[in-house]
């Protein structure tokens, strides 16, 4: 799915308003690796989603959501 996610993360119209991107290559696959090592620690703090939409059997990525905790009692949640 790198193709999809570099996709959008290079695109400058989804990224105005983040503080990231557009992305490179280099970017992206380190964002990419980045939410792989975050899923993997024990226990998990940070979450990853991607928001796909299919359209005649192909498809695109249309977005991404973040949640994470910020202490015990407190998550912060991201969206693009």
Known sequence: DYERVHSYGKDPEHSQYQPWGPNTEDDTKNFIQMAIDKATKVPLVDYFWVIII??????????GINLCEHGKETCMIGYT
């Open 54 to 63: 299919e359209e005649n059997k192909s498809k695109q990525v249309i977005g």
